[in-house]
């Protein structure tokens, strides 16, 4: 079993949808990274989570320490929001720096 | 953005060639990394540095090495290329010290015959 699951592997949704995505790990942690990735580009942080929730523009994350889970969601989803996105998790004690990657949520999101 | 660069950025090579991979950065952050990514795999640490002259590896080393001369350089080396190294690579850094905000590079696209 991997240590950081996400679901769905798939995602279409139609523009203007409420989405969410979700990362579960069962690792201890120090945080939580969502990333994006478009089809042949580069990567791109979206947030870093420790606790708690954070908002940008229509994208917002929150993690569940506890539960060990978050969630990505995007609201009033635009075709621009397709993209692979890539759940971290990190144990920042010691000396490593180590980080424990999904395996990625392909999403498109279609006009 | 960060600044952060790799190079090159597409390299074809053969069966038992070395090849070198660099990332550059601008932003003086200690934790530097090199990752690989496969179909079905995510993304896997190859090697990571935590400071000049120190690196550790990640979980799948075999086959590379790094070294980390300059804080602004990570070096990437393959030895002697095999096509199970064909893959997408990407460099990493971290400002773990402040945010521990994670900053890629655009990745380098390596394919061996």
């Known amino acids: 079993k991997n240590e950081v699951e996400q679901s769905p592997q798939n995602l279409t949704a139609q523009e203007g949808e409420f989405i969410t995505i979700n990362c579960s790990y069962s690792v201890g942690i120090s945080a939580l990274h969502w990333l994006q990735q478009h089809p042949g580009g580069g990567i791109v942080s979206l947030f870093m989570l420790s606790s708690g929730k954070k908002k940008h523009g229509r994208l917002i994350a929150t993690i569940n320490i506890q539960e060990k889970h978050s969630s990505l969601h995007i609201t009033a989803s635009h075709p621009r929001d397709s993209a692979v996105y890539i759940c971290a998790v990190g144990n920042y004690g010691g000396a490593t720096n180590k980080l424990i990657f999904g395996t990625g949520t392909l999403l498109a999101v279609q006009p | 953005d960060a600044g952060i660069t790799q190079s090159p950025r597409h390299k074809v090579t053969e069966t038992g060639t070395p090849v070198t991979l660099r990332c550059h950065q601008t932003e003086n952050h200690r934790y530097m990394y090199w990752y690989r990514q496969d179909p079905g795999h995510g993304l896997r640490l190859i090697h990571y540095?935590?400071?000049?002259?120190?690196?550790d590896k990640g979980e799948v080393s075999d086959g590379y090495s790094v070294s980390r001369s300059k804080t602004e350089d990570f070096l990437l080396t393959l030895e002697s290329a095999t096509s199970s190294q064909t893959s997408v690579y990407f460099c990493?850094?971290?400002?773990?010290?402040?945010?521990?905000?994670?900053?890629f590079g655009e990745g380098s696209r390596l394919t061996v015959l």
């Open positions: 540095s935590y400071g000049v002259k120190d690196t």
């Open positions: 990493a850094i971290s400002n773990r010290e402040s945010t521990g905000e994670l900053f």
